[in-house]
């Protein structure tokens, strides 16, 4: 089936699932060009040895000229990955499923460079360069800033608000203008949006409820600090009564946030004057007391969908009130990296998981489902590459 074919069809089953073969297509952009450019930033970031640099180009070759070589016996996690991989070892990269290769490639990278071994550059996150020099800069100063305008909105003007910051990550600044009356923000804001059901999702968390909300977060930096915003707004007008959040184990997907990101983030928010500063102060204590918990699981490394998560994961979900997943990868696992009709039913495709889920997304792969006929349409009518440009996002949620 080509790629045109299964997006005129609206079937739930039987979508192809998304390669990397089909040159001048997003996922084979991502392999073609930016896993190269990004091990020669990683490559240049640090001061790595000779093996390290040998280790990074053999790896950047093997991606370009070369096939997918298995993980060594000696590696902690060879048994997984090889039942993982067991169908695309020997084979082009660009034939492997488009979100197996990815997951595969960041793990080669950490290898590349000793994160998993004995030596002294273990632990050390290849990615922490990237994610400092964003957390340290002017734009997060601002947004930090723009807080001030907000600790006097009435609390839905600002839950709506601080809603759209997280959803645009880093494009927080939008999401931050639009209660503050600005001629024009609010529409704009609206039909960048594909689709939108907070008004769901705020009445699965009504105020003064002992709601739990399980928060499985995507980019560190500049899109964690809202994210984190957010939570805070969540515990203090009683939309929820805890906050899970779920972070990834090690690094992964060059941004990906993990506990260090965390800590990060918090110790930037109470280190800013104003309202940033008071949100940190309560984030922390939130840490101290329990109502705000980090926790992180294999399975977020994983190169799987959301329907394979194992049952202990399974079971943290079930037991919350509603799960909400970031960004743009946690979409992918949601729904499948499939090439399916955007007219698919969300509601269909999200059955199997456990509980309500929310997802606050910005568009940049091709999956998108669970769209009005006459959205696509006008989508498509434009000529731009709104699947993959980060210019539309979405709110959508099964109950």
């Given at each position: ?334 729904v499948g990296d499939q090439l399916r009709h955007p007219t698919a039913p969300f509601a269909d495709l999200t059955a199997y998981f456990p509980g309500a889920v929310v997802t606050l997304r910005t568009l940049k792969s091709d999956v998108t489902v669970g769209l009005e006929q006459e ?25």
């Amino acid at each position: 089936m080509t790629e045109k074919t299964s997006r005129g069809s609206g079937d739930v089953a039987g979508a192809p699932v998304i390669l990397s073969n089909e040159p001048g297509s997003f996922a084979w952009g991502v392999l073609a060009k930016r896993h190269p450019a990004l091990i020669r930033q990683v490559r240049d970031a640090f001061p790595y040895s000779r093996r390290q640099h040998e280790a990074l180009d053999a790896l950047l070759d093997e991606i370009t000229n070369g096939v997918i070589e298995p993980l060594g016996p000696s590696e902690h996690d060879y048994e997984r990955w090889t039942d993982w991989g067991r169908e695309y070892v020997g084979r082009s990269w660009y034939d492997a499923p488009f979100l197996w290769a990815e997951s595969y490639f960041y793990r080669r990278l950490l290898g590349a460079v000793g994160y998993f071994g004995s030596g002294p550059w273990q632990g050390v996150d290849p990615f922490a360069p990237f994610k400092q020099a964003e957390l340290r800069g002017e734009a997060v100063e601002e947004e930090l800033r723009a807080l001030d305008a907000f600790a006097s909105v009435p609390s839905h003007e600002r839950a709506t608000a601080l809603l759209h910051a997280s959803l645009w990550g880093n494009r927080a600044d939008l999401g931050f203008s639009i209660s503050a009356g600005e001629p024009g923000t609010s529409d704009a804001v609206a039909s960048a949006l594909v689709a939108d059901d907070s008004a769901t999702l705020w009445q699965l968390l009504p105020a003064d409820t002992s709601a739990t909300v399980a928060v499985v977060a995507d980019n560190a930096g500049r899109e964690l600090i809202p994210d984190l915003v957010l939570i805070d707004h969540l515990l203090e007008h009683g939309n929820a009564g805890r906050v899970v959040l779920h972070v990834k184990p090690y690094p992964y997907y060059v941004s990906d946030a993990m506990t260090a990101d965390v800590v990060d983030c918090l110790r930037r928010l109470t280190q800013a004057p104003g309202e940033a500063g008071r949100i940190g102060g309560r984030l922390w204590k939130a840490m101290a007391v329990g109502t705000l918990e980090v926790r992180t699981h294999p399975f977020f490394c994983a190169p799987l969908p959301y329907e394979e998560m194992p049952e202990d994961l399974r079971g943290e979900f079930a037991s919350a009130t509603l799960t909400v997943l970031k960004g743009d990868l946690n979409y992918r696992r949601l729904v499948g990296d499939q090439l399916r009709h955007p007219t698919a039913p969300f509601a269909d495709l999200t059955a199997y998981f456990p509980g309500a889920v929310v997802t606050l997304r910005t568009l940049k792969s091709d999956v998108t489902v669970g769209l009005e006929q006459e959205t696509v349409d006008a989508l498509e009518l434009d000529g731009e590459a709104w699947r993959t440009s980060g210019t539309h996002a979405l709110i959508q949620v099964r109950r």
